[in-house]
Every structure is written in C-alpha cells, then in structure tokens.
C-alpha cells in the first residue's frame, strides 16, 4: 500500500457563517486532508503538533481513519493553534477574528520513520520553513510532492515560500493567490508564471467556480458541484488537496490524465465538505456517497460531440 | 434544411476596454446571434430594425453568412439604435455610457412569411412586448423557443417579461439576473424558481466563470474556455445564445442530452468573440478554428473514472 504524508495544522476554529455559529471545533488543514485521504485505500501519516487542551477523542477520530498520529507532537502546557473567522453573506470572503499560533510558534516537524518513504507527500497550509524541513527529512525522492499555501506567506515568508516552491511538482493555490504570487491577472499567464517558479503542475482553486490544472499549454478544469446551500466553506481547500493527493497516492500514477482525475475527486469530496460546519459532514461521509456524487459529476461535464 | 427565426437588436455600439476603444461599430444581440448560428447547416432570419445611417454593407455581411434579412425594416429618416459602454479593468463590469434606442423606440416586428413555421426561435434581448409579437406571428409551434433577457427588463417592464418567459422553452440569463428573477441566491434555487415561470430549460451565463445548464433536477455545466486575454466581452452572451440555438436547430433533436452538446457550442463560439473587438473575431473565424476549440474543450473537461 501506497504511503501519503501530510504535513499542516491540527487545531481548533470558531465559525460563524450567515447560517449560525460554533464554539471552539476540530479543524486545520491537515485534518481535513487526513479526513478527505482516509476515503483511499493508503497509509497515511499527519506530522503536526498540538497543546495539552487537544482532546483526545479528536486524536481518536483521525486514528480511527487509519490515519498514523505518531508525527502528531503533543506539547502538555502548550495551547492548540486557534482560529476564528467571519463569513460574509455570499461565503465567498471572510474575515479573520483571531489567530493563535501558540505552539505551532516554535513548530519543529518530526517525520516519523516509517513515512520516510512516502511515494506523496502533501505539504498543507504552514510556514514555508516546516515545509521545506519535512522535505529534508524524506529519506526517498517522493514521487509526487504538493504543496499549498496562501497569501499570509507571500507577504511574510515569499524567499522562503519560494525556495520551498522550487522543490515541488505541483502547488495549490485560490485565483487571488496564483494573481499575487505571479502579479498576473490572467489566470492563464498566472499558471505560465508559477510554471517558471519550479511547479510542473500548477492548481488554481476558483471555490464555487471550481479548480484549473495547468500543465505546460495543456489545462483541465472540474467545476464545483452547484449545491442548493453552501453552509461553510471551512476546510473546502484542504479536503480537495486531500483528495487530489490520496487519489494519487492511491493510483501511483503522477500522469496529467491521471491528475485529472485527481482533481475530480478533490472536487467532489470538498462539495461534501462545505454541506455542513467544520468537518462533521467529512465524519458522516461513507463510500457510497462518495459514489454517488461522482456519477453527478460525470453528469454534470461529460457530453458526446463527435470529432 | 431547419430554420431559425432570431429576434434582437442590429446596432451600432462604441465599446472602450482598457485594451482601447472603437468608433461606432457593428453590433447589436441579433447581429451576434446571427453571425454565431451561421456556423450551422440551416436557414436564419433576423427580425430587427435599422435607420438609414446604416450601412449597406453591414446588411451585406450578414447576407453574406447566408441570413435572410428581409425582417429586418430600415426606416430611412430614422436613426440605428446605437449603445456605448466602458469595461472595468477585470472585464467582468461595465458601465452604459450611451442608450440611444432611436428606431428600435417604436419598433413593430414583422416576422418574414417563409419563417413563420421555424423550427427554432431565438427571442434576442429586446422589449418582452416585441418577443411576444414574434411569438403571436407564429404559424405553427416551433419545436424549440429560447429567449435571452437582461435585468434592465425585469426592472422596466417585469409582467410583459413574466408574460412571455411563460411562453419559452428555454431561458438564458446571466447570474446576477436570475438571482434578481427569483430572489435567490444560490444558482440551483434560482433555476428551481425560474422553472416554475415556465421554462422546463434554464441556462444561467456566468462569463469567464462558464454556463449552467439546469432541467429539472438534472444540471450540466460547461466551462469557459480560459483564455490568455479577454479583450472584449461585448456579443459574448448573444454569441453563446447563437451558438446553443443554432446548434439546436441544425440537429433538430431537443433532448437534454443534445443541449449539453448547444451548451458546449454556445461556449465555444463564445470564447472567440472575446478575442477581438465587436465582432471583428466572429467574422474571421472559420470552421477548421471552430472544430479545433472543440477538441481544447474536450481535452479541458472529459475524464475517464470508471464507476
């Protein structure tokens, strides 16, 4: 069985959208890909770190997805990294509130032995820095490494986004994002730009509008399923990246076609994502589901014009 | 061969993008619907209105595309109903510098007798009341009717408009105006609203953010196509709607599946009328370009996971 490594945050959020609001719940990004993962038949592996007040019933729940929690350090009197945000009425932008780094301050990742070899490593949402430290700690060339990030690092870490940016095969980041790292506003020349930065294989995350995959002159897109209702976009980003990167990891083929279908199943798992607060639609999720949903998304795309 | 009936605007517009500006130029939904659907093995006709400042050989373009444009009246002491607008720097807003309606202000529709049992009508962005007129002309019902509004008539004129969107098959509207139509937010609610107006087919253009295609429960979705530069989006959603209409109508076959495939070509002729100015690209464009856009839209959405 194929190894997949995620590095990101294990944390909590508070949410609120224009539906309701939660208390502090289970959330960052390498919990939602862990979650979206587990839907591959894989080993996964979570290199994190949390503080004494994580409880263990959520340590339990990730455990119980087959996911190893080994790489998960926890720091007794330390506090779990913390945030907050504000969805404004359409969902499509937010505020943040609070931001509590707390022992992800003095983060130093640990790999644990056994995922040393790991055919993909997925490398979500950190500071560049633990990044880059995961990836010097692979002991084998992975076959696949995906980075995603965001726009706090361009403005705080750029030289060290990209120096981890440059050892990458494919990075994932939203419109905005791809518009500030490249400074171009056409997606198109955006990917073109990021291509030079050292990414094979650049992903553009448009939220409701779906996810582009550039590769060279060729691109693929998958939409976003339209929903009646999106009640929470929380973690929609990372359970794509969970999917596209478990897909992978589960089918061993790093081929663009393949990748395609990668994306389609990013797309899909992260339309569950965002049906209910935090992760709990991502706990309730069963394969069948899973199923089922992608035969809407062959229906959604697929039409027969002959050539 | 089928006939397509096309209702809408023959205009002169004057469009300023932050690529440049033009004089006064060919334009006009009927102009653009026209020039889209000639890509198709059919008969077309355009019921519109002209004054006597237009020139010959705007008329012998469209001639020259093989439409029948004796509907169109010229009303020599009149003057063509003429519309200026500025595009926003991400092409995606614009506003209305100029409406100056002059000949279409009194515009009576005579709809050609030799179309008068068209297999398809497309009731172009008009008055409602002159839609309707097309409709009551009619001889025999057409297999297909399609109408194309914007919210300027939802707010000036709603019951006409209601009046004859009861009368369609089909509906095609951009975002923004099928939420401001139903009151809904999200596009799935919307189109379950619309429905229930009359249209069993609503299409809802969401520009560089691509087409949705709802019946019912069933959706498809086509993206557009992304493009290295967007130069002008004037005639874009007409050149879709002559795309999907034409389409339709050289098949002669309205199932759902077949639309998809009007959606697909709606959004391929789309995608080259952006390219350049007013319809300077549609007049260019031939069908060994046509063709191989189908193959980029093929390659852009077909996967292969099989279920």
């Keep these: 069985m194929n190894k997949l490594l995620i590095v990101g945050t294990v944390a909590f959020d508070a949410i609120e959208t224009p539906f309701g609001k939660t208390d502090k719940i289970l959330g960052g990004a390498a919990t939602y ?46 506090k779990t990294f913390f945030w907050s945000g504000l969805y404004h009425n359409d969902l499509n932008s937010r505020d943040t509130l609070v931001t509590e780094l707390n022992v992800l301050a003095d983060f130093q990742p640990k790999v644990p032995q056994n995922f ?18 995961v990836l010097d700690q692979m002991e084998t060339t992975p076959k696949l490494v995906v980075l995603d990030t965001m726009n706090f690092w361009m403005d705080c ?35 073109a730009k990021i291509h030079t930065l050292g990414p094979k294989y650049v992903v553009i995350k448009k939220g409701e509008h779906g996810a582009l995959l550039f590769h060279g002159a060729e691109v693929f897109f998958a939409p976003a399923l339209p929903l009646e ?46 049906e209910k607060f935090g992760t709990e639609r991502m706990v309730s999720l069963n394969e069948n589901e899973v199923n089922q949903r992608l035969r809407q998304f062959k229906a959604l795309t697929q039409f027969n014009i002959e050539l």
């Design 33 to 78: 890909i862990g979650l979206s993962a587990s839907f591959f038949n894989l080993q996964s592996a979570i290199v994190s770190v949390v503080g004494g007040d994580f409880p263990q019933e959520h340590l339990d729940l990730l455990t119980s997805r087959n996911i190893d929690i080994s790489g998960i350090e926890i720091v007794k009197e330390g």
């Design 116 to 133: 040393k070899d790991a055919e993909v490593v997925m490398l979500g949402n950190l500071h560049p820095l633990v990044q880059s430290s």
């Design 157 to 191: 870490a750029l030289p060290e986004l990209l120096d981890v940016i440059k050892r990458v095969d494919v990075i994932t980041i939203n419109d905005e994002e791809a518009r500030q790292l490249s400074g171009e506003y056409s997606l198109v020349k955006a990917a």
């Design 229 to 274: 209702e999106v009640f929470d976009p929380t973690g929609a980003g990372d359970t794509f990246a969970g999917g596209f990167s478990g897909y992978i990891a589960q089918s061993e083929n790093v081929s663009f076609e393949n990748m395609k279908n990668g994306i389609i199943y990013g797309s899909n798992l992260a339309s569950f994502c965002v």
